[in-house]
């Protein structure tokens, strides 16, 4: 909607500005990385590894974005994901069946979703007192489904999680000698359809469109004959299916179910929107942003272990100060543009 | 006719929701078990007189959310958005407070005056820090405090040195329980004492009507000669206060600092609070005394599940249920539903009743 007038006046949008310095941050990062610190930098397994790692936090984080371009916020979904690990677990270790195990995923996300939605957009309910409780119920939920961690021992389950996509040109020679291909999860690919399917639904179909529409201006999109509540109503079944979804993925990479599962997801996925140039305020964002942003967020973290900083706390110091810079960074730029264009 | 109608359809304002939850809290205690709200007089370990019993433990028990509410309140109004990072202030708070006491020689008054000053001022830069990225920078409060969030506590964690060090002491245990002589529990004296001087700073300068003004449009209020920025930045400050009180109320309980444990997930139960309490989260207008009732209602909440035998890791999904009750109950879609259905009712029975009031 009017993109393409935009396009015209402008040569980058907000969004696509945000994005750019976001994927030139993390390239240089992780150039430096290779330069300063070799290492395990050097192969290809180390980004394979970290696309395994936080394939689920990609998934959860691409909702978020949604929810967030629409201008609200979802913070339920961590807790969904965990939720959703733990009965699928018990239902697997109860003789279930593979298939109905992710309908049960698919189904328990989609719950939160309708549910949520139906509070924020119908009943006009603050979103973050709704997903807030969410997320109260959802680890409530966990803890009394199973307080103690379960391992998924369903045999179709084992097959599945252990599968993994070897490509041996991309391996490297490991010190014995063997050629160590590498390696990708199931639960990647998953990710990337999710990220290439809402990356289409968002640029070229009408409910995309319509999310940057009320996320940007409710009053304009209301007046442009937008439905707000469907649309706003649809973005947080969309977060919830995805929560469901990666709540699957999450399985597929450990394998069990533990109440602590999951904790503190929702922070690292907002945070991973916001570094992809995401704003809470609605109306500008891109999964294609999100997945650098989580990208860059695991590799600060990864930066930081293989510089030598074993204590504990530094992780999250370092964390939050290229947070910090990000924020700063956005808030400058798109203060600049706004001063420029009046 | 029009107070019955007002009264139906939220008659006492922003108070509605907290005052109808609490009071249906009490009822269902009451019913549940007649002895509930039972204060008993009893000789504590050192002696001392002191009041327990259910409604004692519920008043104390949420001094230190009822202290970081009337905070968030001020911040919520100004800004428009929430800070979620005073649990990890918090920590940071009481790892200043304990490192100070620790390098005393001995522990006085003196020194834990001076503690608490070290951690008030401590928690205030941390405060400023946030309100600089809010109300100079313009980043929605949520987004700038999530990088205390982040941090926060592995802060506290580097100031210990990782560890969690202890500090015994009478001054510090009397904060924390009983002071001797007085027996209500010396947190909700502090509590008090924290809403006497919001309602003195309240009624001595401008500080409400500016924040409101703020809250509700802030560059319309720039424009009436009010420093926008100023009025938000402070609003991060005093909370900054607010944070340090609760910090040192929450090590002096259990004569400890630890980091990951110390007002575990306060800021979500703060957030909640102040939307019980009937403030609007987006900003504009709001009552701390809506605030403080909001923080014990979840206290109330808390301690009934415990007393219905729920397990602490299991409440979180009773809360959610009762919480999201409360929202739809005072959501304004529903009002209005609610006021029309009545007034349909009302209507048939209005010459009657319009009759009998003239």
Not at chain 1, 34 to 59: C, E, K, P, R, V
Not at chain 1, 105 to 121: D, E
Not at chain 2, 256 to 272: A, C, F, G, P, R
Not at chain 2, 277 to 289: A, E, H
Request: net charge positive.
């Amino acid at each position: 909607m009017g993109k393409n007038l935009m396009k015209r006046k402008e040569p980058l949008t907000d969004t696509q500005l945000l994005m750019t310095i976001t994927i030139g941050i993390f390239l240089v990062m992780y150039l430096l990385a290779m330069i300063f610190l070799q290492g395990g930098f050097l192969h290809t397994q180390q980004i394979f590894d970290m696309l395994n790692d936080n394939a689920s936090l990609i998934i959860v984080s691409c909702g978020l974005t949604i929810v967030m371009i629409g201008g609200g916020i979802d913070i339920s979904v961590g807790a969904v994901t965990s939720l959703v690990v733990m009965s699928c677990v018990l239902y697997l270790n109860g003789g279930g069946n593979l298939f109905v195990s992710m309908l049960i995923a698919v189904a328990i996300g989609l719950c939160f979703g309708v549910g949520q939605g139906f509070l924020i957009s119908y009943l006009e309910i603050q979103p973050f007192i709704v997903t807030l409780a969410g997320m109260f119920f959802a680890r409530g939920m966990t803890t009394i489904l199973s307080v103690n961690p379960q391992k998924a021992e369903h045999e179709g389950f084992t097959l599945l999680r252990d599968t993994k996509i070897e490509i041996p040109w991309l391996g490297y020679v490991a010190k014995n000698g063997n050629l160590v291909p590498a390696r990708i999860e199931l639960g990647v690919v998953v990710a990337f359809i999710c990220i290439i399917l809402i990356f289409v639904m968002l640029k070229y179909n009408r409910m995309g469109r319509n999310f940057y529409a009320i996320g940007g201006n409710q009053q304009s999109a209301l007046m442009l004959g937008i439905n707000v509540k469907r649309t706003r109503f649809m973005s947080y079944v969309l977060s919830g299916l995805l929560s469901g979804l990666s709540g699957y993925v999450f399985m597929m990479h450990t394998g069990a179910g533990n109440a602590t599962n999951a904790a503190g997801m929702e922070m690292n996925a907002i945070a991973s929107s916001i570094i992809g140039g995401t704003l809470l305020t609605g109306g500008v964002g891109n999964v294609i942003g999100t997945l650098f942003g989580t990208l860059t967020l695991t590799t600060i973290k990864k930066i930081v272990v293989s510089s030598g900083f074993n204590d504990p706390w530094w992780q999250s110091i370092t964390t939050g100060g290229m947070l910090c810079f990000f924020i700063l960074l956005q808030s400058v730029v798109l203060g600049r543009r706004s001063r420029k264009k009046k | 006719m029009k107070t019955n109608k007002k009264l139906f359809a939220g008659g006492l304002g922003q108070l509605t929701i907290p005052v109808i939850a609490i009071v249906l809290l009490v009822i269902f205690n009451l019913i549940r078990d007649p002895g509930f709200f039972g204060i008993a007089v009893m000789h504590n370990n050192d002696g001392n007189i002191v009041l327990t019993g259910n409604l004692i433990s519920i008043i104390n028990g949420a001094s230190e959310l009822a202290v970081l509410a009337m905070g968030m309140t001020l911040v919520t109004a100004a800004c428009g958005g929430q800070d979620i990072s005073v649990g990890a202030a918090a920590a940071i708070a009481g790892s200043v407070l304990v490192k100070v006491l620790k390098s005393a020689s001995a522990i006085n008054g003196g020194t834990v005056i001076l503690a608490f000053c070290s951690a008030c001022i401590v928690a205030m830069i941390f405060g400023a820090f946030n309100g600089v990225l809010v109300a100079v920078f313009k980043i929605q409060p949520m987004i700038a405090t999530l990088i205390l969030y982040t941090c926060g506590r592995s802060i506290a964690y580097w100031i210990n040195g990782g560890a969690t060090p202890t500090v015994s002491s009478p001054i510090i245990n009397a904060i924390g329980s009983f002071i001797p002589g007085i027996p209500i529990p010396t947190p909700v004296l502090i509590v008090a004492l924290m809403a006497i001087l919001f309602k003195l700073l309240f009624h001595f300068t401008s500080l409400e009507l500016f924040t409101q003004s703020v809250g509700v449009n802030g560059s319309a209020a720039r424009l009436n000669g009010i420093n926008s920025t100023f009025i938000k930045l402070l609003s991060f400050i005093i909370l900054g206060v607010c944070v340090s009180v609760a910090g040192t109320i929450g090590v002096s309980r259990l004569g400890l600092i630890n980091h990951e444990t110390l007002l575990l997930d306060v800021e979500m139960d703060t957030i909640l609070a102040v939307a019980i309490g009937g403030n609007n989260l987006g900003g504009g207008k709001f009552k701390i005394s809506g605030s403080i009732i909001g923080a014990y209602v979840i206290q109330m909440l808390t301690i009934t599940l415990y007393a219905m035998k729920v397990s602490s890791t299991d409440v979180k999904a009773y809360k959610a249920i009762v919480i999201i009750l409360l929202v739809v109950i005072g959501s304004p879609v529903v009002k209005q539903r609610f006021g029309k259905l009545v007034e349909k009712l009302m209507s048939n029975k209005k010459t009657v009743s319009v009759k009998g009031a003239e």
